[in-house]
């Protein structure tokens, strides 16, 4: 009987030594993994410029849903008021009430604040402006005046002319 239970604890190791081998063995080679990061590379390569072109593409709609949207309540500014903010006292006039300004019903902006452009930047108002009442406008992208492409100038007049052509 001695030989039975030696001949079975030596087939129990010995196939317990093959499970531990295969639980060695799972998972995938270096062959694989590479191809599977050359496929995401090239992926990632075709897709990532034209993802990167819309986020920037949203990030100037965004500016000019922000600057129609300050147009709109300078235009309930001035029903209340009969004059449009100074360039001194500026966007900020359509969250806290400035001095001499009697009929004043604001905030005309949500949250009590004066948002920043998409790039973090401040928007500039001036009144008078130089074709109308009043100017607002966000340098863009690299937040100098001027520029082209997504670094260009953004203002209400801009949106207009855009329409136009």
């Known amino acids: ?3 039975v239970k030696n001949a079975g604890r030596f087939s129990a190791r010995r196939a317990e030594h093959n499970r531990e081998r295969d639980v060695g063995q799972l998972g995938f080679t270096l062959v ?8 995401i590379g090239l992926i990632m390569g075709l897709i990532g ?3 990167l ?3 920037s593409e949203s990030k100037v709609k965004a500016a ?4 129609q949207s300050f147009g709109s309540a300078l235009d309930l500014f ?14 900020a ?7 001499g300004i009697a009929a004043w019903n604001g905030p005309y902006l949500k949250g009590g604040n004066v948002p920043n452009d998409p790039w ?5 108002y001036r009144s008078p402006g130089d074709r109308g009442p009043y100017d607002i406008l966000s340098y863009g992208a690299d937040g100098q005046e001027g520029g082209s492409g997504l670094a260009a100038d953004i203002s209400i007049e801009n949106m207009a002319s855009a329409k136009n052509e």
Do not use: H
């Open 1 to 3: 009987m001695k030989p």
């Open 32 to 39: 694989e993994m590479l191809v599977v990061i050359t496929i």
């Open 49 to 51: 410029p034209r993802v």
């Open 53 to 55: 072109n819309y986020l």
């Open 64 to 67: 000019k849903i922000q600057l």
């Open 78 to 91: 001035y029903l209340d008021a009969g004059r449009f903010p100074s360039t001194a006292e500026g966007l």
């Open 93 to 99: 006039a359509l969250v806290r009430r400035t001095p």
């Open 120 to 124: 973090s930047n401040a928007y500039v």
